[in-house]
C-alpha cells in the first residue's frame, strides 16, 4: 500500500484503503492522522470514525510507523463493527488479527488486562510500583495478573489524583513479557490523552439529556470518590497476593469478520472479573455509587 509523501496523499489513500478494507458500505467515513510531536504526541496516532445506518463507529490507534498504525486502527474498527451489529456496549473479549492465533492471543491479553485492574479497583489493592519519571510526572506500575503467562501494565500521571480538575487518564497493556507490556501500556496512554484533548466541551458541564459517551467520561474520571480510590491503588507495593485460576476453562467463539483479511474471535472466561461500562460500583467507605473510568 503506497502512502504517498505529502500529508494529502497520505490522507486520501489511507481513506481509500479504508473503503477497500471494510467488506459493507459505509454511509460515510474518515481517517484522520496525527503525526508525532503535534499535541505533546510521540507517536502516529490515526483515529477512524464511520456512520453506518445512523450508528457512529470509531477506533483509533498509536505506533511508530503509519502502516502499523493504520492496521491497528483498522483492526479495532472491526471490533467495533463487531459490536455494533450485535448491540454490545464494550468490546470486552472481541479481539481481531490476521490469524486466528493471534486473535484469540489479544482477546485474552484484553481480558486479563481487565479483569488485573478490577481486581485492584473493587478491592482496593494497590499496584506494584515499577518506575517513576520525574520529567513528564508519569508513573509505570505491574498489576497483579491471574494468569502467569500475561504481564499487565498500568500508566498514571501523578498528578492526576492530586488535581481536582484533571480527569483520570491512563494506559494499560497486557503482554507475555513485561517490556512489551509496559510499551503497549505507554502507547495507550499516548493515545488517550491525545483522544481526551480532542473531545468537544472537554471538563465542562452539561445538561444530562445531551451527554456524550466523553461527558460521562469526565464526570466520572473526576469524581472525589475515584480520585481517593485511585490514591490507593497507585500508592505501590511489594509483592502480590497469588491467584489461581483454571486455564482450561477459556472458550473461544469465532466471529464473521466484517473487515477483508481479518480474523476476529470473542473469548470467554467464567472466573475473571468482568466490566460491565456504565455499571455502579458500590464501596462501603462511600454513600453514593460510583463509577469507574473509561478505557
Not at 490522507?11 to 499535541?39: I, W
Not at 506500575?141 to 501494565?153: A, H, Q, R
Request: charge should be positive; proline fraction near 3%; hydrophobic fraction near 35%.
Amino acid at each position: 500500500m503506497g502512502l504517498g509523501y505529502s500529508g494529502m496523499d497520505i490522507q486520501n489513500n489511507l481513506n481509500r484503503a479504508l473503503r477497500y478494507f471494510v467488506k459493507e458500505d459505509l454511509d460515510a467515513s474518515q481517517v484522520y492522522v496525527h503525526y508525532p510531536s503535534d499535541k505533546n504526541l510521540f507517536q502516529y496516532c490515526i483515529v477512524i470514525t464511520a456512520t453506518r445506518k445512523n450508528s457512529e463507529i470509531k477506533s483509533s490507534a498509536s505506533g511508530n510507523n503509519l502502516y502499523t498504525t493504520f492496521l491497528k486502527a483498522l483492526c479495532e474498527f472491526g471490533e467495533n463493527m463487531i459490536c455494533d451489529s450485535l448491540n454490545l456496549n464494550c468490546r470486552s473479549g472481541i479481539a481481531g488479527g490476521l490469524f486466528s492465533q493471534n486473535s484469540i492471543k489479544r482477546a485474552k491479553a484484553e481480558l486479563i488486562e481487565r479483569d488485573a485492574f478490577l481486581y485492584h479497583y473493587k478491592n482496593i489493592l494497590s499496584f506494584k510500583l515499577n518506575s517513576s519519571n520525574s520529567e513528564s510526572d508519569s508513573k509505570l506500575f505491574e498489576l497483579n495478573s491471574i494468569d502467569p503467562d500475561f504481564k499487565v501494565c498500568f500508566v498514571m500521571k501523578q498528578n492526576y489524583l492530586i488535581d481536582p480538575t484533571s480527569c483520570l487518564i491512563f494506559g494499560m497493556g497486557s503482554e507475555t513479557s513485561f517490556k512489551d507490556s509496559s510499551e503497549k501500556a505507554f502507547s495507550e496512554f499516548s493515545t488517550m490523552v491525545l483522544n481526551h484533548n480532542l473531545y468537544l466541551e472537554c471538563g465542562f458541564d452539561v445538561p444530562s439529556s445531551k451527554q456524550s459517551k466523553a461527558d460521562f467520561h469526565h464526570g466520572h474520571s473526576k469524581s472525589q470518590e475515584n480520585k481517593l480510590i485511585f490514591q490507593e491503588i497507585c500508592k505501590g507495593t511489594d509483592q502480590f497476593k497469588e491467584r489461581k485460576y483454571d486455564p482450561k476453562m477459556w472458550k473461544v467463539e469465532v466471529l464473521k469478520s466484517p473487515i477483508r483479511f481479518f480474523r476476529y474471535v470473542k473469548v470467554h472466561h467464567p472466573q475473571l472479573e468482568k466490566l460491565e461500562f456504565g455499571k455502579p460500583e458500590k464501596f462501603n467507605q462511600f454513600s453514593k455509587l460510583v463509577y469507574h473510568p473509561f478505557w
